[in-house]
């Protein structure tokens, strides 16, 4: 591994180190890639050990603490990302519009990314090494796209003829106690009806190695000339997987007492029925696969809405953007809990998806210019107007799909004071401060 960078003065820095350096070994043992580093150190206890590293011809070997290395001063390279050589019928990469984030082209398929960041990986590029490196380091959980446990159906999602069968890939990490997440991207005359109902009843045989199995809707951008033929999810076909679901989430309660089984907010709203319970999805375990995250805002909603019961000095205007399938939960949710806020007015604006199409209905795939345009409504003379778009629609540089910032959304709009979250009621109170139009608890 590169050594990008080394802090000045630090630790690493009075041991030698050098930016260019290669990280080869830590305590005697081989380093491959970030997963080695962690896994060493993990093993090596207090105190120094021997770091090596490759350097021209030679190497140099520093004794450094068994820490991590930003904490030594050492900024070490990205490692290299395993791509996807599967050529999925419903590739979300595949209907992307040109001029996006580069990032977002990149078709990965690394199960160390799946261990680290919670990467869907589909197992179809692992080698008997990578297998016996799984399971000697641990590396679990992981998540698996399974889509089908029926092999012909699956390969004819994956696009390959030489995917491997995933029952037997699954019960081999399964026999190594490696924990599994998994996801059923549900694609209407594919793997839908008797196949789903056999995916479900083949991942319960796999015991509690299957932690979570969230079943969510294909996304179908506007953007599929000359891919194949996918039909969306419509509400008929929502209901009837959610009618399947529920019978395995009693099964899996019964047995382990816990549904396993989820689906997503989105098929949900797409059937037109009402969610379940913030308790019913325990822990969370799938709620970065839009499981659970409208409940989870409700319950932060409600939990934290106290904090503006007092009400304001000055009226405060706030427009709340967001996607149109979960407009009107939140219109009804927030309007439940604000309401009577004094001096408090929240509008939920629904942006649509001009970017991906009509059919991208959720938060998180909108773009800068979808939200601006949306933003332009929130304009409002004379008194202080917040929007507030959706934390999800930003990766962590703060770039939605488009490249555009939270400060290009403003911009674009017009509006003045424009932040991304997913905390609701602690924006409007920071924002309130800032603005002079406080609380009259915090102005007593």
Not at 286 to 307: K, W, Y
Request: proline share 5%.
């Amino acid at each position: 591994m590169r050594v990008e960078r080394v802090e000045p003065g630090s630790e690493a820095d009075r041991a030698g180190v050098e930016a260019a350096d290669r990280l080869s070994q830590i305590d005697g043992t081989q380093i491959r890639d970030a997963v080695d580093v962690a896994f060493v150190l993990g093993m090596a206890g207090s105190g120094r050990v021997p770091w090596e590293f490759a350097r021209g011809g030679g190497h140099i070997t520093a004794h450094l603490p068994a820490d991590r290395p930003a904490d030594l001063g050492i900024t070490l390279a990205p490692d290299p990302s395993r791509t996807c050589g599967n050529r999925c019928v419903f590739c979300f990469v595949d209907q992307l519009p040109r001029g996006l984030r580069r990032s977002l082209y990149v078709k990965d398929e690394d199960y160390r990314l799946s261990f680290s960041h919670g990467n869907y990986i589909t197992l179809t590029n692992l080698s008997d090494a990578d297998y016996e490196r799984i399971s000697e380091q641990r590396l679990s959980p992981l998540y698996v796209s399974v889509h089908a446990t029926d092999d012909a159906v699956r390969r004819g999602m994956l696009g390959s003829d030489r995917t491997p069968s995933i029952m037997r890939e699954l019960r081999r990490l399964a026999g190594d106690r490696i924990r599994l997440h998994t996801q059923i991207v549900l694609c209407p005359g594919m793997n839908d009806g008797e196949v789903l109902e056999q995916t479900l009843g083949d991942l319960h045989s796999l015991g509690e190695a299957v932690e979570s199995v969230a079943v969510v809707p294909v996304g179908l951008t506007a953007h599929r000339d000359g891919l194949p033929s996918v039909r969306p999810v419509a509400a008929e076909d929502a209901a009837a997987a959610l009618d399947a679901i529920d019978e395995w989430q009693k099964r899996f309660a019964a047995e382990r007492g816990e549904p396993v089984v989820y689906g997503s907010d989105e098929l949900y709203l797409l059937a037109g029925r009402e969610l379940p319970p913030y308790e019913a999805y325990g822990e969370f375990p799938q709620i970065e696969n839009g499981v659970g995250l409208l409940r989870a805002f409700e319950a932060d909603l409600e939990e934290s809405a106290g904090a503006l019961a007092a009400g304001f000095e000055a009226p405060v205007d706030v427009t709340v953007v967001t996607a149109k399938l979960a407009a009107p939960f939140l219109r009804e949710k927030i309007a439940g809990a604000l309401s009577n806020v004094p001096n408090l007015g929240v509008r939920v604006v629904s942006a649509e998806n001009e970017l991906l199409g009509p059919s991208v209905t959720v938060a998180g795939l909108l773009s800068g210019a979808d939200m601006a345009r949306a933003t332009r409504t929130a304009r409002s003379a004379g008194r202080p107007a917040l929007v507030l778009l959706p934390g999800e629609a930003f990766n962590e540089a703060g770039l939605a799909l488009d490249g555009m910032t939270v400060a290009d959304v403003a911009r674009e709009s017009g509006a003045e004071h424009v932040v991304a979250t997913c905390d609701l009621v602690g924006a409007i109170v920071e924002f309130a401060g800032r603005t002079g139009g406080s609380t009259e608890k915090e102005a007593a």
